[in-house]
């Protein structure tokens, strides 16, 4: 069959792609292996069929028809199919790998499919059908390779070959509308097919349900469904944007996220097969929510001075112009205030340490009325919040330190005065709340310091 002739026959195969069922051995008197897998249909009312033998799949077309008769499972979610089509004269090729949208058809309008084929001319197609039915073929000649795969990302579809099924090479990609279930089928055109390595494999995240609202702090079960065929999956990684959460290399794929931050996250999860090869689920977004703010004062620390490395800082710290080191679940932004350095470095015991030296540093954020830090605890669990306080050059300032929440309601008061020798303020804090530090008396609003550390 010429390559028009062939490029006709791919026309007809939106009107033609059946289902997946074993068929009669007698169609080419082989012994049939397994259950029923596959289903097929007729073309033009001639009947083909798919026989299975020694891990081998014979497809057989009715003879002269110009159509593609094909063998088909379900597939919903995304995935990937592949398999080796023989070269064989005794099996001419005009066959391949199909992911379609529909298996029923009358005319092309209908469907959308992508899909690899081999011809005579040892071409490969790439197939892809577009949305008024013109066919959109890649065409690459002189192909050695046997092995083909589509993969299908959401509506992202991609065909490759493979010389031996291990090393792809890529020739086409469109993006195809489709909808969440579809077909994954073996096809042929005209007469006989002989496949091997067949693989089919689907996926879809499960849990948590699109769209869900989680308040946190919350043990979060995420679970995928995969669907194979003739492969296993190899590894199952759960992930949140592109950071790994975790996986589940054995059914069921689930597991447990216990340290989710709050906010609008993307799951999903990538499944890999035997052969190293993967693709990613379509994402379900969900909201994480932060409970209720609140904040509740623990006491004040005279002792420690600027040695605040023996005691706070477990989570993280941040001090005015030198560094800034807090863990990915505590927030920091400086909303009003600038940074000045007093003195660097500092020899009086009241100057912090540095974050990453054991010299000192005697600086602070500062504001003619007051200071404002917005504080966001990102895992919904409380924390204990220090704040440290030095009036480094004597000014006799007094200062109030109000902590709100983000609706501007005032958790907490506390007054502060007499704090040249430096001095800590303390609390339990959850969720996403604001230090404003205002000026009573002296020169200016000033803090020096924030640290972070679980709750004691």
Not at 45 to 54: H, L, M, R
Not at 355 to 376: C, F, N, Q
Not at 390 to 401: A, G, H, I, N, P
Not at 413 to 437: E, P, R
């Amino acid at each position: 069959m010429r390559k028009n002739s062939f490029l006709k026959s791919l026309k007809n195969l939106a009107r033609h792609v059946a289902g997946w069922a074993v068929c009669s051995s007698a169609l080419l008197g082989l012994a049939q292996v397994g259950a029923a897998q596959f289903q097929t249909a007729s073309i033009n009312g001639a009947a083909g069929g798919i026989t299975v033998s020694n891990n081998l799949f014979f497809l057989t077309s009715p003879a002269k028809s110009e159509g593609m008769f094909s063998a088909f499972q379900t597939f919903a979610g995304n995935g990937q199919i592949s398999a080796r089509i023989h070269r064989d004269a005794r099996f001419p090729l005009k066959a391949g790998i199909v992911l379609s949208q529909s298996t029923n058809l009358t005319s092309l309008n209908a469907s959308r499919y992508a899909g690899m084929f081999l011809a005579d001319s040892n071409a490969v197609f790439g197939r892809l059908l577009e949305v008024k039915g013109i066919p959109a073929s890649t065409i690459k000649t002189n192909v050695a390779g046997e092995w083909l795969r589509v993969i299908r990302e959401g509506n992202a579809f991609s065909g490759y070959y493979s010389a031996d099924g291990t090393n792809w090479t890529q020739i086409s990609a469109d993006s195809i509308e489709m909808p969440e279930q579809i077909y994954a089928s073996l096809a042929v055109s005209g007469g006989d097919a002989r496949f091997s390595d067949v693989k089919i494999m689907s996926a879809k995240l499960v849990n948590p349900v699109q769209k869900t609202s989680i308040v946190l702090p919350a043990n979060i079960s995420l679970s995928a469904i995969v669907n194979s065929f003739g492969s296993v999956p190899k590894s199952v990684e759960f992930f949140a944007e592109a950071n790994k959460i975790g996986e589940a290399n054995a059914a069921p794929h689930k597991m447990v996220w216990t340290n989710a931050l709050g906010g609008s996250h993307s799951l999903i999860a990538k499944v890999t097969d035997e052969t190293g090869a993967g693709f990613f689920t379509e994402p379900e977004v969900s909201e994480f929510k932060l409970p209720k703010a609140s904040a509740r004062f623990l006491g004040f620390d005279e002792v420690t001075k600027g040695n605040w490395k023996e005691k706070y800082g477990a989570e993280g710290h941040a001090i005015a112009n030198d560094s800034t080191n807090l863990a990915s679940i505590v927030q920091l932004t400086v909303i009003q205030g600038k940074s000045i350095t007093w003195e660097i470095p500092a020899s009086e015991e009241r100057s912090l340490l540095w974050g990453d030296s054991p010299k000192r540093i005697a600086s602070t954020w500062y504001h003619g009325t007051e200071v404002v830090l917005d504080l966001a605890l990102a895992d919904g669990y409380k924390h204990q919040i220090a704040l440290y306080f030095l009036d480094w050059d004597k000014q006799e300032r007094s200062t109030e330190v109000q902590v709100l929440d983000n609706l501007g309601n005032i958790l907490s008061v506390q007054k502060l005065m007499d704090y040249s020798n430096g001095k800590y303020l303390i609390w339990s804090a959850l969720g996403d709340v604001t230090f404003k530090i205002k000026r009573d008396r002296g020169g200016n609003a000033i803090v020096s310091a924030i640290f972070s550390d679980p709750e004691r």
